[in-house]
């Protein structure tokens, strides 16, 4: 009985959630989300931290500077061939995780992730931190939040329209965990990867944000993951100092993306365990020369944010780490983008910043400032997401005086990225390399938010295709707007307008007669899913060439049961509402 109850009140609550505006029963299932994926990510970086402070030497997080020249140079090859390895016996032929993973999901799989993916993402992303590859966290934990939202949302078998949302929320989860900077985690989810700013969206996101950044600050405790002290611009005169930075931040960007791309295109003939071990040499020799390159890096670049890095050392390092994010990235190692981004931001601000003492006269702003600003302008250039990384310095820092310098850079290094290189988000840019494509469609969006269940037409009624004059009258009693007829050993049903039956009535039909060849017009049916949203409802009609849907339901007992009819018009009207 308890069963049945909470299946039946599951099932209502199902069917709300097909509606565009579910934003109460949205908001519980968001900040269920983000306490799910909060928990995972904190588990990911317990289980980092743990396995790299009991590896490397000293006390301090990501010290392989402190390792033998030797050992720098094979832990990444044994984690590149490791990886290869674990890939080649358990991805069947998945090689694309992180954000751009994400992305290409919600285009075309309405945000459905598998386990498999999941646990590759963990496990890859683990060994490849450990081990040194200049990779991010921040992808992962992107990945791993998006994906417990998915998850969740496939085990209660929600529409489809509610589990893009869930993602959504497990992706801003990731960055707030990551950083304790919830808002950036917000901007980032709707910029990046939904791509859109809905009330229905934007509240939930939030809520899960908040969940997972409440979660890791109560069990990893409130510090930041850079030491930043209060920054701001030395004098208005500093402004062409700012916007020099954000062409210089911009080019770099757009030499990171091209290496990007051409390290994948010339690799697409090895195997993947070739291309992530290739990747370990290379990133290898890197840490030979630089060992301030390997792993995430933050260490680096609180070292810069401190000014405590020379001007030599900057400049090898933004080239060595864009080499080495590079062959890691493009190779196929299961790390994350923004991580790297920000180390090579940092470093860049780092060269800019001795030019005002050099200029101008009097006191002129701290190198952390111009290290800052740097960063937001690489990730906001290099991601093509200015606002998700506006709002990350200015969380980091807690100081509005950084957001106009912050602006000014960001903009203008995405400009300079996209229209004077023509280069896109480094995520874009690793689905074409890899053979997919990413389309962002404002007609598509509005479909996908809505689920058919909320837009089916419930009035119709079934029968056999031979009726007689007292079963027909049985039909048209019930009035229904539209008759299902059933058609014996065939795969698809035919639906016809109820008033057409009511029509040969009045013309005093034959005593009995068949609907498939009476007068009437008819339309070829084929099925949907009722937890399907009404993008995928259009793209059925126009594979299988039928007029309209009847939309299914599996039951407990694995049973079909037809709750609705859905024709095309129905679909284009509720994208002009």
């Avoid at 751009?100 to 945000?111: D, P």
């Avoid at 509005?400 to 996209?418: D, E, F, H, K, N």
């Avoid at 498939?516 to 937890?531: F, G, H, K, W």
């Amino acid at each position: 009985m308890l069963i049945d109850t909470l299946a039946d009140w599951l099932e209502r609550h199902r069917l709300h959630l097909s509606h565009p505006d579910a934003l109460l029963q949205l908001s519980g299932m968001g900040l269920l989300t983000g306490f799910l994926a909060g928990a995972v990510i904190v588990i990911f970086r317990l289980g980092v931290e743990s396995i790299q402070a009991n590896m490397l030497p000293g006390q301090l997080p990501e010290n392989y500077e402190a390792l033998p020249p030797l050992l720098r140079f094979l832990l990444p090859v044994a984690g590149g061939v490791l990886t290869g390895l674990i890939f080649h016996r358990y991805a069947n032929g998945l090689h694309v995780l992180g954000i751009a993973r994400i992305m290409e999901r919600l285009s075309y799989h309405q945000g459905h992730l598998s386990l498999r993916e999941f646990l590759l993402q963990f496990i890859g992303a683990a060994i490849a931190i450990i081990s040194g590859h200049s990779v991010g966290r921040e992808g992962p934990h992107v990945f791993l939040g998006a994906a417990s939202g998915s998850l969740l949302g496939q085990q209660l078998s929600l529409p489809n329209n509610s589990i893009r949302t869930l993602v959504g929320c497990g992706a801003a989860a990731g960055i707030a965990a990551s950083f304790d900077t919830p808002l950036a985690g917000v901007i980032f989810a709707l910029e990046v990867v939904m791509m859109e700013y809905t009330l229905v969206s934007f509240i939930p996101i939030i809520l899960a944000a908040v969940s997972a950044s409440s979660l890791s600050i109560f069990v990893l405790g409130d510090a930041k993951a850079f030491e930043v002290s209060l920054v701001q611009l030395g004098s208005m005169s500093e402004l062409s100092i700012v916007l020099l930075l954000g062409v210089v931040a911009g080019a770099v960007s757009a030499g990171f993306i091209q290496l990007l791309q051409y390290s994948s295109s010339k690799s697409q003939g090895l195997r993947f365990w070739q291309k992530t071990s290739l990747a370990g040499f290379i990133v290898g020799l890197c840490g030979l020369l630089t060992p301030e390159v390997l792993g995430i890096g933050y260490d680096t670049v609180n070292g810069i944010l401190l000014g405590e890095i020379t001007f030599t050392l900057l400049l090898i390092l933004v080239f060595m780490k864009i080499l080495a994010t590079s062959a890691c990235i493009g190779l196929g190692i299961p790390g994350g983008m923004i991580g790297p981004a920000l180390f090579i931001g940092a470093a860049v601000g780092g060269v800019i910043a001795p030019l005002p003492g050099l200029l101008f006269e009097g006191e002129v702003s701290d190198p952390g400032f111009y290290a800052l600003i740097g960063m937001g302008a690489v990730m906001g250039a290099s991601l093509q997401a200015p606002l998700a990384a506006l709002t990350a310095i200015i969380e980091l820092t807690h100081n509005p005086q950084v957001v106009m310098p912050g602006m000014l850079a960001i903009v203008v290094a995405s400009l300079t990225s996209s229209e004077l290189f023509h280069k896109k988000s480094l995520f874009i840019t690793m689905l074409q390399a890899s053979g997919l494509d990413y389309r962002s469609d404002p007609v598509m969006q509005s479909l996908r938010r809505v689920g058919v269940a909320s837009v089916m037409n419930r009035d119709f009624l079934r029968c056999s295709s031979r009726l007689t004059r007292e079963s027909a009258a049985q039909v048209l009693d019930q009035a229904p707007e539209w008759i299902l007829i059933d058609q014996q050993g065939d795969a698809d049903a035919t639906l016809m307008p109820g008033v057409d039956l009511a029509r040969v009535m009045e013309e005093g039909h034959d005593r009995e007669f068949d609907l498939l060849e009476i007068p009437a017009r008819r339309y070829q049916l084929t099925n949907i899913s009722m937890l399907a949203t009404l993008q995928e409802a259009l793209e059925r009609l126009d594979e299988s060439g039928a007029e309209a849907l009847y939309v299914e339901r599996i039951g407990r007992s694995r049973a079909v049961s037809i709750q609705g009819i859905l024709t095309r018009e129905q679909i284009e009207s509720a994208y002009r509402l």
